[in-house]
C-alpha cells in the first residue's frame, strides 16, 4: 500500500505547538466530554494503538455552503480488509487554514472516529468565509493525514461573475484505470458533482482489467466497506476528492443494479431492504456529506438545495428512493402505456412538491437540476415501433410532465439538467411535449459518460447515429470516457465534453470533443 500513498510531508497537526501526547490528551478531553481518560478505553491505549498509518483513503469534502463545507477522513490501516480497527474509539484532529503550509489557521478541533461509522470523520466546519479557498488535515496518533483543498460557495445573493464545475458518475474499478481524474485535477473548480454509481455492486467478470473486493456480489455492510475501502484507496481517485468540494448523489448501483423504491422486483423484499439500509450506511460512512444524510434505517436524506450566489441554484436529486416500481417490468421492448400512468413516481410526493417550490421560489439566474437518469425522451426503434427505457424518466412520463408544467407555469429560468448513469455523452433539448419537437424548449440536458464504466468506449457509434436520427433533440451524443466541465456566467453556460480514448491502458491524454452553449433566456443549445 505504501507506494500508492502521496508524497505528503508529515508535519506536526497544530503550528508551532508541540503536540505531545498530554496536551493532545488535555486537547481531546475539551472536546470530548464524557468518556474517561483513565478507563480502559481511554485514547493514550487507543492511539498507541494505532501502528500504522490510517489515512489509506485520504481525505474529502463536500456541501459547499457560503459559511461552511464539510471535511472527511475515514481511519483504515488495512482499508482492503474492512479497515483494520476493530472496537477502539480513536480521537482524531482536523485543522483549516487559508494557507497549504498551515501558516494561518482558522479553526481546529478534534472529532471521535468510532467503530459504528467505520471510523469516518465527517466535520461540518461553520463559520468559514463565502468564497474562499481552504486547506485541510486531520491528525490521529502520531500520523497526518495528506491535505486536501477546498471552497466555500459565494454568499446567499451575491453577484457572482463566474463559476466553474464539472460532472463525473459511473467509476467502475473493475473496467478501467481513473485517468479522467488525472485530468480533472488539473481543472481549477469550484466544486465537483458526482452524479452516481460511485462503486459498483458486482463481483468481477474472467477479463477484468482489476479485480472487485470481496469478488463476489456485495450484500453486508462488511462486504460494502471492503468495497468503498478498494475504490476509496484508488490514488487518482483521491487526489480528485483532495482537489475540490464534492457535491454527490448516489444512484442504483451503490445499493443494487436499477433498484428503485421498496425493492420489487426482488423476490425477497426484506433482504432487499436490509441490503439497502447498509449500502446507504457504507455511503454515508464514505462520502463527505452533512449529518442530516446520516442513514435511518432504510432511509437516507439525500436530496437537498446548493446556491450560488444568484447565479445558480443547484437541485440534488433523488431518483431511486421513492420511486415506483418499473412500468411494464421494465420491459422497454413493448408498448407501455402504464408509463404514462400519473400515479405512479419517479421523486414521490414529498421531493416533487420540494422541487417545485425549489424552482418556483428561485431568484438564480440559472436553475440546475443534479440527478441520476435520463430525463430527456429518448425513443428506440424496435421492430417497426418506438420503444423506452423504463429506468429512466421515460417510465416515470407523467413526473416529467409535472415538473415541466411547473418550470412553464413558474416562468422558471435557464433549467439545466446534469444526469449521470448512460456510460455516454449527450445533450438533448428537453421539450415541453416530449412528442411534438415543434413545442417550446423546457431546459437542456447533459448527460455526462462514465469515468471507467463500460470500459474503452469508441468514437464513432453507430447506434449514435440511429439514435439521433429518430430522436432529433439530441444534439450530441459520444461514447467515450471522461467527464464534462462547465464555465458558467449570468449570461451563458458553456459545456466541454472532455474525453480520452482508452481506460485498459494507463496515461490516455485529454482531448475536449465538443462545446455546447446556452445563453441565458434563450432555451435550448448551439455548437461552439
Ligand atoms: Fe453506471
Ligand atoms: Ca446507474
Not at 283 to 301: A, C, V
Request: glycine share 8%; proline share 5%.
Amino acid at each position: 500500500m505504501d507506494s500508492k500513498l502521496p508524497n505528503e510531508e508529515q508535519q506536526p497537526l497544530i503550528g508551532s505547538e508541540k503536540m505531545d501526547r498530554r496536551s493532545f490528551l488535555q486537547k481531546s478531553a475539551l472536546t470530548l466530554t464524557g468518556v474517561s481518560l483513565l478507563g480502559p478505553f481511554s485514547f493514550f491505549d487507543q492511539t498507541e494503538g494505532l501502528q500504522e498509518y490510517p489515512f489509506t483513503m485520504g481525505v474529502a469534502s463536500g456541501e459547499p455552503w457560503p459559511d461552511s463545507v464539510v471535511i472527511w477522513t475515514r481511519l483504515a490501516p488495512k482499508p482492503l480488509e474492512g479497515g483494520g480497527l476493530t472496537d477502539e474509539t480513536i480521537p482524531v484532529s482536523w485543522e483549516i487554514a487559508l494557507d497549504q503550509g498551515f501558516q494561518t489557521i482558522v479553526q481546529k478541533g478534534t472529532e471521535t472516529a468510532t467503530p459504528t461509522f467505520a471510523h469516518s470523520i465527517h466535520v461540518e466546519v461553520d463559520g468559514l468565509e463565502p468564497a474562499q479557498h481552504y486547506y485541510y488535515r486531520f491528525k490521529a496518533g502520531n500520523f497526518v493525514s495528506q491535505t486536501g483543498k477546498t471552497k466555500t460557495a459565494p454568499n446567499y445573493g451575491a453577484d457572482v461573475a463566474e463559476m466553474n464545475f464539472a460532472i463525473a458518475s459511473c467509476q467502475n474499478y473493475a473496467a478501467g484505470f481513473y485517468t479522467a481524474y488525472d485530468h480533472l485535477v488539473k481543472e481549477d473548480l469550484d466544486v465537483l458533482f458526482f452524479l452516481g454509481d460511485y462503486i459498483y455492486e458486482k463481483g468481477s467478470s474472467a477479463d477484468a482489467l482489476r479485480k472487485h473486493l470481496p469478488d463476489k456480489e456485495i450484500t453486508t455492510l462488511e462486504d460494502y466497506r471492503i468495497r468503498y475501502g478498494q475504490y476509496k484507496s484508488e490514488p487518482s481517485l483521491m487526489a480528485a476528492h483532495a482537489a475540490f468540494p464534492w457535491i454527490v448523489v448516489p444512484d442504483d448501483h451503490e445499493v443494487k443494479n436499477n433498484w428503485g423504491g421498496d425493492g420489487p422486483p426482488y423476490d425477497d423484499n426484506e433482504a432487499f431492504l436490509r441490503r439497502r439500509a447498509v449500502a446507504f450506511q457504507a455511503y454515508y460512512e464514505h462520502m463527505p456529506l452533512r449529518k442530516t444524510s446520516i442513514p435511518k434505517g432504510i432511509s437516507m436524506d439525500i436530496y437537498r438545495k446548493f446556491s450560488f450566489g444568484k447565479l445558480a441554484e443547484f437541485s440534488m436529486l433523488d431518483t431511486r428512493q421513492f420511486r415506483t416500481d418499473f412500468a411494464c417490468s421494465g420491459n422497454a421492448e413493448v408498448d407501455c402505456a402504464a408509463r404514462f400512468d400519473p400515479s405512479r413516481t419517479m421523486l414521490g410526493d414529498n421531493q416533487e412538491k420540494w422541487l417545485a417550490e425549489t424552482l418556483a421560489n428561485s431568484q438564480s439566474h440559472w436553475n440546475i437540476l443534479g440527478q441520476q437518469v435520463g430525463m430527456a425522451q429518448v425513443g428506440r426503434k424496435v421492430n417497426g415501433s418506438m420503444s423506452y427505457g423504463m429506468d429512466k424518466w421515460d417510465g416515470y412520463a407523467a413526473t416529467r410532465s409535472r415538473l415541466f408544467d411547473n418550470v412553464q407555469k413558474n416562468n422558471v429560468k435557464n433549467l439545466i439538467v446534469l444526469t449521470g448513469d448512460s456510460h455516454k455523452n449527450w445533450v438533448n433539448e428537453l421539450h415541453f411535449d416530449p412528442d411534438d419537437l415543434e413545442s417550446p424548449i423546457a431546459g437542456t440536458e447533459f448527460m455526462g459518460t462514465s469515468i471507467s464504466s463500460a470500459g474503452d468506449g469508441r468514437e464513432d457509434s453507430p447506434v449514435g447515429k440511429e439514435l439521433m436520427s429518430d430522436n432529433p433533440h439530441i444534439k450530441f451524443y459520444n461514447e467515450q470516457r471522461g467527464y464534462v466541465s462547465f464555465r458558467l456566467s449570468p449570461q451563458e453556460l458553456l459545456s466541454e465534453f472532455k474525453v480520452i480514448p482508452f481506460v485498459t491502458k494507463p496515461d490516455a491524454a485529454l482531448q475536449t470533443i465538443a462545446r455546447f452553449q446556452v445563453t441565458n433566456g434563450i432555451p435550448g443549445s448551439k455548437l461552439v
